[in-house]
């Protein structure tokens, strides 16, 4: 559909819900936010900010590139350092225009779901009716992040978040309908594709007349995504592949046009002249025949959503729909997952926000023993720990789209964590929703259970809670490890670099003998927050001294490596540095893994209710006492968590007899085909 064309349709659809004028020139070219007030900060420091956001856009973008790297948090907690760069100030990336532009979408975008979209009906007839699909591409919401010179609405990560949270205050079958489309589906084009693609496709992908899959998983492949068996054979000619293979699975797979496909291709490697197997990435359009799939899948939740198998058989796709490098399809498939991940925390965070209303007006109703159930210190709790869980869950995910915004590359760590903690968090909040509801909870008429059926799936697509903390702790140990690689190097020349060895060893003798390495998060958080920041403080310093003290003891063990002939030789350091090409995660030491993941996890959170309630309390919101409460009861939960699990690793024999025990009572399972042991009666 044309732009123009695209455009006043959104208009007329915004005006006609009162949502205001039309003004799709207002993010042409996404303008650089304005210069962002630091609190706590010198008017120096402040003038030096304001100075730097104001260079010429080419040299601002050298800069934000050299420094990306290192900005980090959760890399950093890591390595035992407080890198506060994204996370302090709570970031405010969104300029007046952006604001003024997001506020105009917003009230359309509720009373349409509000008063047009079924979630019920829905979920009853198993696909989103089509009044709700017609609604949504008048409005513009299959083209979210699509530049506006494409037809689509061009909001940046925050805007498009804000957005997404509203979606899933509503319907998640209509989310995921969405967000396989633009998240994932066609995400790809926007990130990799070149300009004759992006713009081929994006204008009817935007407008909703042609919808997005993303095909990935395979029968054979689902956390392995290194182990894909379709193929995707090159022409003598060069001028088209022949892809074979099928997928599973496939959110929209039964209704998509436009596929984002990955499969296996030969490469020759220029140096050896071997040829391997590789994954690459491509844009496979339904129209080029060979392209079917199966029926709908039956699936315990997000009944809306349309997820099938596809199947690609002896399809011919050109060469000039490679997206990406020849080979360089898991990079590929690893940054759309990695992009997409805020969307599910800022969905998610709408979820329960929600859900913890109708737990609300249940207690606030409801009486039982002569008095209004919300008086119950039981269900008082509840209702507390669903806010401080929500809380959490939105601050993450306004933070992650922040750092995304401004322009940071090194956020996986951290939108691995928002994916973690956010679908852990709906799942809490809306299971004790039902508990506070009582009988009423599970009944069908009150909606909650049809939202816990569609919560269930997102701990395991998009990548599983499991598989997601064995990549935060992996990742970062693998930053941390780099560090020690520095020092080993270091200590071959400890004259030359006396001043790094010292300064090194000093932090960690001073962190092992429990006197703390000099961190602070004083004239950062507010200094109402300043005893939940010595929290995070001491919590940080207990968990890098565990990473620190299982990586030298575990070395290699941390990782275990692919079986990828030859193998390089062994790493002299105190861990081998390089992961493997395609990451594993067969390790020795998984159970450790998971509980250091638990520990970044709550250390991140901490960080990130922090800075947000430090702006509130500095700017004086109207709930910037409630938000302390809520930031105070995270801290002092997770610190206490914290302290207790590093502990536990760190000198408690009995871990060790744990892990042994989870082992061999698994193996016995697996040996008896399930439980092992015998009824109490005997038979």
Same mark, same amino acid.
């Given at each position: 559909?044309?732009?123009?064309?695209?455009?006043?349709?959104?208009?007329?659809?915004?005006?006609?819900?009162?949502?205001?004028?039309?003004?799709?020139?207002?993010?042409?070219?996404?303008?650089?936010?304005?210069?962002?007030?630091?609190?706590?900060?010198?008017?120096?420091?402040?003038?030096?900010?304001?100075?730097?956001?104001?260079?010429?856009?080419?040299?601002?973008?050298?800069?934000?590139?050299?420094?990306?790297?290192?900005?980090?948090?959760?890399?950093?907690?890591?390595?035992?350092?407080?890198?506060?760069?994204?996370?302090?100030?709570?970031?405010?990336?969104?300029?007046?225009?952006?604001?003024?532009?997001?506020?105009?979408?917003?009230?359309?975008?509720?009373?349409?779901?509000?008063?047009?979209?079924?979630?019920?009906?829905?979920?009853?007839?198993?696909?989103?009716?089509?009044?709700?699909?017609?609604?949504?591409?008048?409005?513009?919401?299959?083209?979210?992040?699509?530049?506006?010179?494409?037809?689509?609405?061009?909001?940046?990560?925050?805007?498009?978040?804000?957005?997404?949270?509203?979606?899933?205050?509503?319907?998640?079958?209509?989310?995921?309908?969405?967000?396989?489309?633009?998240?994932?589906?066609?995400?790809?084009?926007?990130?990799?594709?070149?300009?004759?693609?992006?713009?081929?496709?994006?204008?009817?992908?935007?407008?909703?007349?042609?919808?997005?899959?993303?095909?990935?998983?395979?029968?054979?492949?689902?956390?392995?995504?290194?182990?894909?068996?379709?193929?995707?054979?090159?022409?003598?000619?060069?001028?088209?592949?022949?892809?074979?293979?099928?997928?599973?699975?496939?959110?929209?797979?039964?209704?998509?046009?436009?596929?984002?496909?990955?499969?296996?291709?030969?490469?020759?490697?220029?140096?050896?002249?071997?040829?391997?197997?590789?994954?690459?990435?491509?844009?496979?359009?339904?129209?080029?025949?060979?392209?079917?799939?199966?029926?709908?899948?039956?699936?315990?939740?997000?009944?809306?959503?349309?997820?099938?198998?596809?199947?690609?058989?002896?399809?011919?796709?050109?060469?000039?729909?490679?997206?990406?490098?020849?080979?360089?399809?898991?990079?590929?498939?690893?940054?759309?997952?990695?992009?997409?991940?805020?969307?599910?925390?800022?969905?998610?965070?709408?979820?329960?926000?929600?859900?913890?209303?109708?737990?609300?007006?249940?207690?606030?109703?409801?009486?039982? !023993? &002569?008095?209004?159930?919300?008086?119950? *210190?039981?269900?008082?709790?509840? #209702?507390? %720990?669903? =806010?401080? $869980?929500?809380?959490?869950?939105?601050?993450?995910?306004?933070?992650?789209?922040?750092?995304?915004?401004?322009?940071?590359?090194?956020?996986?760590?951290?939108?691995?964590?928002?994916?973690?903690?956010?679908?852990?968090?709906?799942?809490?909040?809306?299971?004790?929703?039902?508990?506070?509801?009582?009988?009423?909870?599970?009944?069908?008429?009150?909606?909650?259970?049809?939202?816990?059926?569609?919560?269930?799936?997102?701990?395991?697509?998009?990548?599983?809670?499991?598989?997601?903390?064995?990549?935060?702790?992996?990742?970062?140990?693998?930053?941390?490890?780099?560090?020690?690689?520095?020092?080993?190097?270091?200590?071959?020349?400890? !004259? &030359?670099?006396?001043?790094?060895?010292? *300064?090194?060893?000093?932090?960690? #003798?001073? %962190?092992? =003998?429990? $006197?703390?390495?000099?961190?602070?998060?004083?004239?950062?958080?507010?200094?109402?927050?300043?005893?939940?920041?010595?929290?995070?403080?001491?919590?940080?310093?207990?968990?890098?001294?565990?990473?620190?003290?299982?990586?030298?003891?575990?070395?290699?063990?941390?990782?275990?490596?692919?079986?990828?002939?030859?193998?390089?030789?062994?790493?002299?350091?105190?861990?081998?540095?390089?992961?493997?090409?395609?990451?594993?995660?067969?390790?020795?030491?998984?159970?450790?893994?998971?509980?250091?993941?638990?520990?970044?996890?709550?250390?991140?959170?901490?960080?990130?209710?922090?800075?947000?309630?430090?702006?509130?309390?500095?700017?004086?919101?109207?709930?910037?006492?409630?938000?302390?409460?809520?930031?105070?009861?995270?801290?002092?939960?997770? =610190?206490?968590?914290?302290?207790?699990?590093?502990?536990?690793?760190?000198?408690?024999?009995?871990?060790?007899?744990?892990?042994?025990?989870?082992?061999?009572?698994?193996?016995?399972?697996?040996?008896?085909?399930?439980?092992?042991?015998?009824?109490?009666?005997?038979?």
């Amino acid at each position: 559909m044309p732009t123009a064309k695209m455009a006043s349709g959104v208009g007329r659809q915004l005006l006609r819900l009162g949502g205001g004028s039309w003004r799709p020139n207002v993010l042409l070219g996404q303008p650089r936010p304005g210069p962002t007030h630091r609190a706590y900060v010198s008017g120096a420091a402040q003038a030096a900010v304001d100075k730097s956001e104001s260079l010429s856009s080419d040299a601002s973008a050298k800069e934000s590139q050299a420094k990306a790297e290192s900005k980090s948090f959760a890399a950093g907690m890591f390595k035992g350092q407080l890198t506060t760069d994204q996370v302090f100030p709570y970031p405010s990336v969104l300029n007046e225009e952006q604001t003024q532009f997001l506020k105009e979408l917003v009230g359309p975008m509720s009373r349409f779901f509000e008063e047009v979209n079924d979630p019920a009906k829905n979920d009853a007839l198993e696909q989103v009716e089509e009044t709700t699909l017609k609604g949504l591409k008048e409005l513009g919401a299959f083209g979210l992040q699509v530049p506006s010179e494409l037809g689509g609405v061009g909001l940046c990560n925050t805007q498009y978040a804000r957005l997404v949270e509203i979606v899933g205050m509503h319907d998640l079958g209509v989310g995921i309908t969405l967000g396989a489309h633009q998240s994932i589906g066609f995400k790809g084009i926007l990130l990799f594709g070149t300009k004759a693609q992006k713009e081929k496709y994006l204008p009817k992908l935007a407008s909703g007349e042609t919808l997005a899959a993303f095909c990935l998983t395979e029968p054979a492949s689902g956390s392995d995504a290194a182990s894909i068996r379709s193929s995707a054979v090159p022409s003598p000619c060069g001028s088209y592949y022949t892809l074979n293979g099928s997928k599973i699975w496939i959110s929209n797979g039964g209704l998509a046009d436009i596929f984002t496909v990955f499969a296996k291709t030969p490469v020759k490697d220029a140096s050896t002249g071997t040829t391997k197997e590789k994954i690459t990435a491509f844009v496979v359009e339904r129209s080029f025949g060979g392209v079917t799939h199966g029926p709908p899948e039956k699936k315990m939740g997000i009944k809306a959503s349309n997820t099938a198998e596809v199947y690609f058989d002896g399809v011919r796709v050109p060469s000039e729909n490679v997206l990406g490098e020849v080979g360089g399809g898991f990079k590929v498939a690893m940054h759309i997952l990695n992009n997409g991940r805020f969307g599910m925390a800022a969905a998610l965070a709408g979820t329960m926000k929600a859900i913890i209303a109708k737990a609300v007006n249940h207690a606030t109703n409801r009486t039982q !023993f &002569g008095e209004k159930i919300h008086n119950f *210190g039981v269900i008082q709790e509840k #209702l507390a %720990r669903m =806010a401080v $869980l929500q809380y959490v869950t939105e601050s993450m995910a306004y933070m992650v789209s922040a750092n995304m915004d401004q322009g940071s590359k090194d956020f996986q760590i951290e939108a691995a964590i928002s994916k973690i903690f956010s679908s852990e968090a709906a799942w809490k909040v809306t299971d004790e929703c039902i508990q506070v509801m009582g009988g009423m909870g599970f009944m069908k008429e009150a909606g909650v259970e049809r939202v816990l059926r569609d919560l269930r799936i997102f701990r395991i697509f998009e990548g599983t809670s499991d598989i997601l903390r064995l990549f935060v702790a992996l990742q970062g140990c693998m930053d941390k490890g780099k560090e020690l690689s520095g020092l080993g190097n270091a200590l071959k020349n400890p !004259f &030359g670099n006396a001043g790094l060895l010292l *300064g090194e060893a000093g932090k960690q #003798l001073r %962190r092992r =003998a429990g $006197l703390g390495s000099g961190l602070s998060l004083s004239g950062v958080v507010h200094p109402e927050l300043s005893r939940s920041g010595e929290l995070a403080v001491q919590a940080l310093e207990q968990f890098a001294t565990v990473v620190e003290t299982k990586l030298i003891k575990h070395k290699k063990g941390i990782v275990s490596e692919c079986a990828l002939p030859p193998p390089p030789p062994p790493s002299t350091l105190p861990l081998r540095l390089t992961p493997p090409p395609h990451p594993i995660y067969l390790t020795d030491e998984q159970f450790l893994l998971q509980r250091l993941a638990d520990g970044a996890i709550d250390l991140y959170a901490m960080v990130v209710v922090l800075s947000r309630a430090s702006r509130s309390l500095s700017e004086g919101h109207p709930t910037a006492q409630h938000e302390k409460m809520l930031c105070d009861s995270w801290c002092i939960e997770a =610190a206490a968590r914290i302290r207790e699990s590093m502990a536990a690793l760190q000198s408690d024999p009995q871990q060790q007899e744990l892990f042994r025990n989870f082992k061999s009572i698994s193996q016995a399972l697996v040996e008896q085909g399930g439980v092992a042991t015998r009824n109490p009666l005997g038979f």
